[in-house]
């Protein structure tokens, strides 16, 4: 089992990754971005979780979707691996955050 932080918890159910940058799928999976100008190339993988980044999408959510892609892995695994994608795809500026209002 994977322990997290209150802080990390809090930002998994309450904040939504939102893309920026112009994106497409091609048929075979691979994603497509153009950042700053630049074209960039995803794997399946991080497409799917650039694809979910719409701002909708908690990071919850988007590890649910992965791990029904791969229900070998391990929950705690994709939780990092996720998370790992998504800074990285802050830092390259094509992503950043909406933070859900507390009800």
């Known amino acids: 089992m994977l322990l997290l932080s209150k ?3 809090q930002m998994i159910e309450s904040e939504r990754p939102r893309a920026i940058c112009p994106f497409r ?3 075979e999976g691979m ?3 153009i950042v700053k100008g630049k074209l ?6 991080s497409s799917l979780i650039y694809s979910l980044s719409d701002g909708r999408h908690t990071v919850r959510d988007i ?3 992965i ?3 791969y229900p070998e892995v391990d929950e705690g695994t994709l ?3 996720v998370l790992r994608m998504i ?3 802050q830092h390259l500026g094509m992503l950043n955050w909406k933070t859900i209002p507390d009800e």
């Open 7 to 9: 802080e990390v918890r």
């Open 25 to 27: 799928i091609e048929p």
């Open 31 to 33: 994603g497509l971005a």
């Open 40 to 45: 960039r190339y995803m794997n399946k993988t």
């Open 63 to 65: 590890v649910d979707r």
């Open 67 to 69: 791990k029904e892609q």
């Open 79 to 81: 939780f990092v691996d």
């Open 87 to 89: 800074r990285e795809l």
